[in-house]
T-cell receptor, first 110, second 114 residues
Framework: QKEVEQNSGPLSVPEGAIASLNCTYS??????FFWYRQYSGKSPELIMS????GDKEDGRFTAQLNKASQYVSLLIRDSQPSDSATYLC??????????FGDGTTLTVKP | DVKVTQSSRYLVKRTGEKVFLECVQD?????MFWYRQDPGLGLRLIYF???????EKGDIPEGYSVSREKKERFSLILESASTNQTSMYLC?????????????FGQGTRLTVV
């Protein structure tokens, strides 16, 4: 079992729809969770971080964390073509080392 | 503006060459990381460092070594480049706590070994 698993995708949604990206992790001691967006040929950039159970909203993005279920998700509301990218889930554990999922590729169709 | 800078955007090297990839950060981060990214395999950790002259193996250290002589600089060394080391290499840095600070990435080095 991988330490961090994401729904494999690719995921395609129409413009204006909600995109839902999911991630599970194996280390129950993990405390920090991050979502990165990576455009093709570019390096990852942080878009959301979450540390406590529940929801965290930032503009069109909402991160959800459930530590009991070892599950973290990212919702993108009113999806735009510019949101088309690969989304990486990262879990930060021992001594600051982050483990990444393989990513989910999202395509938003106009 | 925080910055992690990798020395080269693209590199082409021959099999058997010794290759140096350099990374410099200006955020006074203690932690620095080297990842490689391949299609379908995600980001895989090669080596990381918590402090000057300190290093730890990641998930795929074979064929690589690292050097950290100064806090701001972390070098990845391919001792004898092979074609299976053709990849995108990403450097990142972060603060050392287990809490709420994320990793910042460099722009990446796309290495081709021929």
């Amino acid at each position: 079992q991988k330490e961090v698993e994401q729904n494999s995708g690719p995921l395609s949604v129409p413009e204006g729809a909600i995109a839902s990206l999911n991630c599970t992790y194996s280390d129950r001691g993990s405390q920090s969770f991050f979502w990165y967006r990576q455009y093709s040929g570019k390096s990852p950039e942080l878009i959301m971080s979450i540390y406590s159970n529940g929801d965290k909203e930032d503009g069109r993005f909402t991160a959800q964390l459930n530590k009991a279920s070892q599950y973290v998700s990212l919702l993108i509301r009113d999806s735009q073509p510019s949101d088309s990218a690969t989304y990486l889930c990262a879990v930060k554990g021992w001594a600051g080392k982050s483990t990444f999922g393989d990513g989910t590729t999202l395509t938003v169709k106009p | 503006d925080v910055k992690v800078t990798q020395s080269s955007r693209y590199l082409v090297k021959r099999t058997g060459e010794k290759v140096f990839l350099e990374c410099v950060q200006d955020m006074d981060h203690e932690n620095m990381f080297w990842y490689r990214q391949d299609p379908g395999l995600g980001l895989r950790l090669i080596y990381f460092s918590y402090d000057v002259k300190m290093k730890e193996k990641g998930d795929i250290p074979e064929g690589y070594s690292v050097s950290r002589e100064k806090k701001e600089r972390f070098s990845l060394i391919l001792e004898s480049a092979s074609t299976n080391q053709t990849s995108m290499y990403l450097c990142a840095s972060s603060f050392p706590d287990r809490g709420n600070t994320e990793a910042f990435f460099g722009q990446g080095t796309r290495l081709t070994v021929v």
